[in-house]
């Protein structure tokens, strides 16, 4: 069964949703925005993704009658209808008139930075926000796993973690999100039909099972094979699982073919891909591709690669689809500015927190980056568009004294348009399209950015004018004189 894009969504959207209607503020605008506070799995940045199911999202939005029936027979604690009949009668016919603006899947992103802006009615801003969260945060944590991977496994990595992920939708979007991360493939069938992913995908352990013995097996499959010829040689022993594949692979050239590879799934990898090289090479296969597999993730990769793995492939499953060590993005939608219908000035508004770190920013947000002459990222400038930045100067928000001056660089606006009045006018490209933007704008972030192990942290900050406005709601919210 298909999730409505409606229902995808918390009970208390709708009992908020049914009070803007009754209260009148309905007729109100808003301007709310996404953020994350914190960079996943310890890294220096983030890969912006799930902004084409945002897309859908919009385009797709509406409250069939089954469901609006549905929502009818909910009933409060005192057993009366929680959602009076002229509420739903609305949401029959409420139709999406949403301004939303975001930042291209594949793009670098920071905490803090407005990653995605929506305005319009308040109470249609509020009913998206579950199912954009939903969709968004997780496919970021996926593309950004996914990117780490490919960075530490410098060659091309399959993903092939649907068994162990978290249910068939969370596999189709975790497959491509992985593609957009970096990954050449995936194993998901469905989500390569779905969003013209490459797949990929061999034989298991059974296969072998299934023979007399592994050379019987072995030879039967590359038979049926020939062409995407990969074996899997560790089902009993992993180095006469090698010597098997060898005589098949001499076998196969007496055809005219050719073995593809093979695959390691257990075991010391580096030690067993530096012993099959040498036998394969020893026999004048150089050509057959090492594979390995085995719960791998960043962090294995790039300690089997130190060791001097003879690794040419990966196959990462489990850790990337559940994004091993950080199961969730903690990516909030926040108000940040309001306006009666009648009126054409945004009153800005801040969330101010006991912990300083989850204040919000006031206004109608945009965001700035900035570029040395190099083309190399060196910093971002966080600003309210009904306030024009008047230089290049950015605060950092959780600390005024530091501050960094950007002038003199090339800077780009990375908010586009998604939609405006409900209209779809995002210019939709592939996931394999979002994976090469993924790339050159990794290829502009400084290597020192990019490191695994504490890496260098990138400059987000306020402009002057927004750093003031922020400022002075914060002093007005705690009962100082502004």
């Given at each position: 069964?298909?999730?409505?894009?409606?229902?995808?969504?918390?009970?208390?959207?709708?009992?908020?949703?049914?009070?803007?209607?009754?209260?009148?503020?309905?007729?109100?605008?808003?301007?709310?925005?996404?953020?994350?506070?914190?960079?996943?799995?310890?890294?220096?940045?983030a890969i912006a993704c799930g902004m084409a199911q945002l897309v859908d999202l919009i385009a797709d939005?509406?409250?069939?009658?089954?469901?609006?029936?549905?929502?009818?027979?909910?009933?409060?604690?005192?057993?009366?209808?929680?959602?009076?009949?002229?509420?739903?009668?609305?949401?029959?016919?409420?139709?999406?008139?949403?301004?939303?603006?975001?930042?291209?899947e594949g793009t670098v992103i920071f905490p803090y930075e407005p990653i995605i802006r929506v305005i319009g009615p308040i109470m249609q801003c509020q009913l998206i926000e579950t199912a954009l969260l939903n969709q968004v945060n997780y496919q970021i944590l996926i593309a950004t796993k996914a990117a780490r991977v490919c960075q530490a496994a410098e060659g091309p990595v399959a993903e092939f973690g649907l068994r162990r992920a978290p249910g068939p939708a969370g596999g189709i979007y975790a497959s491509r999100a992985a593609i957009i991360g970096g990954c050449s493939s995936t194993s998901d069938v469905a989500a390569g039909r779905l969003f013209d992913l490459p797949v990929s995908g061999t034989h298991a352990h059974s296969w072998v099972m299934a023979h007399p013995d592994e050379l019987t097996a072995f030879r039967a499959f590359a038979e049926v094979s020939p062409?995407?010829?990969?074996?899997?040689?560790?089902?009993?022993?992993?180095?006469?699982?090698?010597?098997?594949?060898?005589?098949?692979?001499?076998?196969?050239?007496?055809?005219?073919?050719?073995?593809?590879?093979?695959?390691?799934?257990?075991?010391?990898?580096?030690?067993?891909?530096?012993?099959?090289?040498?036998?394969?090479?020893?026999?004048?296969?150089?050509?057959?591709?090492?594979?390995?597999?085995n719960d791998l993730d960043e962090q294995t990769i790039a300690s089997l690669r130190e060791q001097g793995a003879r690794i040419d492939a990966w196959g990462v499953g489990t850790k990337l689809v559940t994004a091993y060590d950080q199961p969730a993005l903690p990516g909030v939608y926040k108000l940040s500015a309001t306006r009666a219908c009648t009126e054409?000035?945004?009153?800005?508004?801040?969330?101010?927190?006991?912990?300083?770190?989850?204040?919000?920013?006031?206004?109608?947000?945009?965001?700035?980056?900035y570029f040395d002459a190099d083309g190399i990222m060196i910093g971002d400038m966080v600003y309210d568009q009904e306030l024009p930045p008047t230089d290049d100067l950015i605060i950092d928000p959780h600390d005024d004294l530091r501050r960094k001056d950007?002038?003199?660089?090339?800077?780009?606006?990375?908010?586009?348009?998604?939609?405006?009045?409900?209209?779809?006018?995002w210019q939709s490209v592939s996931a394999r399209e979002a994976q090469t933007h993924t790339r050159t704008s990794l290829g502009q972030l400084h290597l020192s950015n990019r490191r695994f192990l504490n890496p260098h942290s990138y400059p987000v900050g306020l402009d002057a004018q927004l750093h003031e406005q922020r400022d002075r709601l914060i002093r007005k919210a705690r009962g100082f004189k502004v």
């Open positions: 069964m298909m999730v409505s894009q409606a229902l995808n969504t918390d009970l208390y959207q709708l009992t908020m949703a049914q009070a803007y209607f009754k209260t009148g503020l309905i007729s109100e605008d808003a301007c709310f925005y996404m953020h994350f506070r914190e960079n996943p799995f310890k890294g220096g940045y939005f509406a409250f069939t009658s089954e469901e609006l029936s549905w929502l009818a027979t909910l009933t409060t604690p005192a057993d009366t209808p929680l959602f009076e009949q002229d509420f739903l009668d609305a949401l029959g016919a409420l139709s999406l008139t949403l301004d939303v603006d975001a930042v291209p062409e995407n010829c990969v074996l899997l040689v560790d089902t009993y022993d992993t180095i006469a699982g090698v010597r098997n594949a060898m005589t098949v692979a001499h076998e196969m050239e007496s055809r005219g073919q050719r073995l593809s590879g093979i695959r390691i799934d257990s075991g010391d990898l580096a030690w067993l891909s530096i012993q099959a090289r040498g036998l394969l090479d020893a026999a004048g296969l150089e050509y057959v591709q090492i594979i390995a597999s054409r000035a945004w009153q800005p508004h801040i969330k101010v927190s006991e912990q300083s770190r989850k204040s919000t920013f006031p206004g109608i947000l945009s965001l700035r980056r950007l002038s003199g660089g090339r800077a780009i606006n990375l908010l586009e348009p998604l939609a405006r009045n409900g209209v779809i006018v």
